[in-house]
């Protein structure tokens, strides 16, 4: 940690000292108790200048990344147990050191030096961090209206090209995106040339999920309310599903309150299935003059998901089990993102759930309704068999089994709540 700090620049430095941010690092909080404070402020300041250095370097759980991609990659019995084993492994960190990245209150930014963004916008204010990058407040000085900007965007210029400038009604709308240049000088074999990176410029939000429950002080809020927001996202992961795009992390800090509605964000992660002759290829890579010879070929050394998780890429050609197989893990992590909604850990709920075998049998205590829960419960059961694109049901003995619909289980999840 100490090299990483003789590294950085005075510009750098300048912004550690005007963020102010107390005790923990925006990226993962994993520094050891032994690194003094200034070390945490160090991360914290790389979170705002620059990109994000790899998650994996500051967490213990990179087995996981390994068993994940090779579940992915081939579905059997070892790799479905592997699988289970290694996130079983992580339990103690997960449930007891895994901290949220730090995010200041939406109603008010940590200042930061005033930062131009592209030809258009002035950020002004430190919103949050993710794995892909951090969001900016910021001032479009065309309109003097205020939007978010995502620097390391990840997916999400992709998916507003995708999406022909005009994402699914439930989501965060983009307005704009381009290319930032930055030096990942930590990085002696990168620092000399220079990295272009994408961002983006969205819909300004009041505040997430999170923030809400924390203003309730983890009051659950009514299951109408939370029925809802779910309604919400499994309508947007539908909608992203109906144009083969993957991968929404759905969790209650992608989940964010414009005025008085409720709005999914975050498209950082997602990857897009395709083929040679797809017009929304040509459009996404600017591929007009090549042949789909040529585009096929792109596709298949792109060939991006969980499956090559350490990709750089968004796309993959069509593949009908893998498509059927991510639309499995997107419908478990919309049940985990529902015990969210119901105020409740997820990982607390899964890893009762994967305790003993058979995973996923078991019923948890979700609502304090006997009934409504056992319902409840076996409506997340089958979802989270469908984990890893079915990793579990295998882990099981059993074939595949989940939900590849979102509206099914919405449906499923309505009748339980309804009991």
């Not at 430095?13 to 404070?37: C, F, H, Y």
């Not at 084993?85 to 109603?107: I, N």
């Not at 000088?185 to 272009?196: K, S, T």
Request: hydrophobic share 40%; with cysteine; proline share 5%.
């Amino acid at each position: 940690m100490q090299d990483l700090v003789k590294q950085i620049p005075p510009e750098v430095l300048a912004i550690v000292e005007s963020l102010r941010i107390p005790e923990q690092a925006l990226l993962w909080d994993q520094v050891g108790e032994g690194e003094a404070t200034q070390d945490h402020k160090v991360l914290s300041a790389l979170a705002v200048a620059y990109p994000s250095p790899s998650i994996a370097e500051f967490q213990p759980i990179g087995g996981i990344y390994k068993a994940i991609k090779a579940v992915w990659q081939r579905l059997e019995p070892a790799t479905a147990a592997a699988y289970v084993a290694a996130v079983r492994e992580a339990e103690e960190f997960v449930l007891h050191q895994l901290k949220p990245l730090a995010t200041p209150a939406r109603s008010r930014p940590h200042a930061i030096p005033s930062r131009k963004i592209g030809a258009f916008y002035e950020a002004d204010g430190y919103l949050g961090c993710g794995a892909c990058g951090q969001a900016l407040s910021a001032r479009d000085t065309r309109t003097g209206e205020r939007v978010t900007i995502k620097v390391g965007a990840g997916s999400e210029a992709a998916a507003f090209r995708w999406f022909d400038e005009k994402l699914p009604a439930q989501f965060l709308q983009v307005y704009d995106w381009g290319k930032e240049e930055v030096r990942f000088w930590w990085r002696p074999e990168l620092a000399e040339e220079p990295v272009y990176i994408d961002w983006v410029a969205r819909e300004y939000a009041d505040e997430t999920w999170a923030e809400y429950m924390e203003r309730r002080h983890g009051k659950p809020v009514n299951l109408a309310e939370a029925l809802s927001i779910f309604e919400i996202a499994c309508e947007g992961v539908s909608a992203l599903h109906d144009a083969q795009c993957y991968q929404w992390s759905s969790h209650a800090r992608n989940i964010f309150r414009v005025g008085s509605r409720w709005k999914l964000g975050d498209l950082s992660r997602n990857c897009f299935a395709a083929t040679p002759d797809d017009p929304r290829l040509a459009r996404l890579l600017i591929l007009l003059g090549c042949s789909d010879v040529e585009r096929s070929a792109i596709l298949c050394e792109w060939n991006a998901g969980p499956w090559e998780n350490d990709r750089e890429g968004f796309l993959f050609p069509r593949d009908p089990e893998r498509e059927y197989r991510l639309k499995l893990d997107d419908c478990s992590m919309l049940a985990g993102l529902l015990c969210d909604l119901l105020g409740l850990n997820r990982w607390q709920v899964f890893y009762q759930a994967i305790g003993h075998k058979p995973y996923c049998n078991g019923t948890y205590m979700l609502t304090g309704h006997r009934g409504r829960d056992r319902a409840l419960s076996k409506v997340i059961n089958r979802a989270w068999l469908g984990d890893a694109g079915g990793a579990l049901a295998v882990a099981n003995g059993v074939q595949v089994q989940g939900y590849a619909d979102p509206r099914e289980l919405l449906r499923d999840v309505s009748d339980a709540l309804t009991r």
